[in-house]
């Protein structure tokens, strides 16, 4: 008998999954946020049913311990299917429903993920993702929740190849379907036409299928299309979405306005931010940098300065919810902001089955849960001038994975599909949004996570990076892949993913493991 545990059983897709499970003869442990249902009674047994809410920090500890107490050594499969969802503006959403999807549909399967993989690598299980088809478009109504759909498919992509032998990671994309989600996300019915989705029931067979079979699958011979035409034609779909939404007359941003242009850069301390610095401060922006390293900060400040260029610092720490509502708030009583530059990022490599979670929390709360609400903070006060820029640092890993730093990618993809949405989203407002995804970089940040820095003078220099973003800023482009080999390399991934992945697999992961 099969042993499968199945997060967010209570109704939808995942009471169909259990439902249907067991009626195929698998022991079904569920996990829910609310009592045992009544509904459930006949497919999973009220002992085997845990009462574990995703949205809180511990929701892991508590399902692993409800496993250990019923001596639960192993699991042929786990689906980790719950999900929050939002509907509206993305400037609109406040704080605490930003960072319950986050919570809910990116930071818990990672945890729970980690908590399980011992019982899973004992007879080498199934972990399955359920993600959205939508996960590789632009949702400029459902843009977090996307950018979570976005990040467990990063995850999922490089947890896959680091576990090859030990467990088989797939990732399910179900269209829309008949559930409370969307009621729960506040999407107005007259928005939906829920006649036409697919039951939870057909969704649920489908998905068990490729379960069985170890494969990820869009679930649906539509949704399978969508998503392959996602996949391949990222940038023209984005552009053709962006230009349905831009107002018919837009406008320039004059160089030589009266009132000087104001620019803010996360991690502007060194590497990437610091080149940023130099570049805008050379175009006459007054520039604020934001930085964790308060000595590092103070010694690029007084270098700049006496070269004359205009620059002050704000010591924050942004993966500390204190330091980032202080900083928000700096900005807020501060001048509007004309480019807002999402840069500071940081890793935690090596396999992820025995790394720090500590550590990799840190790495969601600094690449991606702060750039989220300083971004929507600013966005609802209306700090971001008309005409100005939102530019958001992702990575080359969205399109050739990064076995060795799965949490990593996970962010950086989700940063990459939230600024796609965002860009949709703003594009009435005039606000141009770029997301820049940078190949390997000579900078301290690459030398410290990199396996082998033998060939770092191949790297991209961080002016020349720079200097292409300010470019593409003045260009009004929303895509930014900087270097003509990071460009195919980028095609190479979406056309070609498995030797791709196979040769980041040797060329980095297996070199951490040395």
Known sequence: MQTILITGVSDGIGRALAVQAAAGGARVLGVGRRAFPDSLAASIAPADYCVADLGRADAADVIANFLAAREVTHLDALVLNAAAGYYGAPAQQSGAALDALLQVNLYAPIALTHALLPRLRSVRGVVAFVSSVHSAL??????????????????????????QGEVDVIVLWPGPTRTQLHVKSGIPPERTRSERYASPEQVAQAMLAAIQRRRSRAVGWGNRLLRWAAVHFEAQIDALLVSRARP??????????????????TGAAEGIGRALVEVFSARQ?????????????????????????????????????????????????????DVLVNNAGISCVGAFAHSDLTRQQRVLDVNLRAPLQLTTALLH?????????????????????????????????????????????????????????????RTAHARRYSPDNRREA?????????????????RRQHRLIPGFGNRVTALLGQWLPAPVEWVMKKTLFEKLQV
């Open 248 to 265: 018919a007359h837009t406008i320039q941003i004059k160089a030589d306005s009266s009132t000087a242009r104001h620019a803010v850069i």
């Open 458 to 474: 191949q790297r991209m220099a961080p002016e020349t990076l720079a200097a292409s973003t300010h470019r593409a800023i003045e």
């Open 381 to 441: 006060a209306g700090k971001i001038a008309r005409g100005g820029a939102l530019v958001f640092v992702s990575s080359l890993s969205h399109y050739v994975s990064y076995p060795g730093a799965a949490v990593y990618a996970a962010s950086k993809d989700a940063l990459a599909a939230y600024a796609r949405s965002l860009a949709v989203a703003l594009a009435a407002q005039e606000i141009q949004v770029l997301v820049v995804y940078p190949g390997p970089t």
């Open 285 to 337: 922006y007054v520039v604020t940098g934001i930085d964790v390293n308060a000595e590092r900060a103070a010694q690029t400040q007084a270098e700049l300065s006496a070269r004359g260029l205009s620059l002050r610092f704000i010591h924050a720490d942004l993966s500390a919810p204190d330091d980032l509502t202080r900083l928000t708030a700096a900005l807020l009583d501060g001048p509007p902001i």
């Open 138 to 163: 632009p949702t400029p109504d459902f843009a977090v929740y996307t950018a979570t759909k976005a990040g467990l498919d990063g995850f999922a992509r490089s947890l896959r190849v680091e576990e």
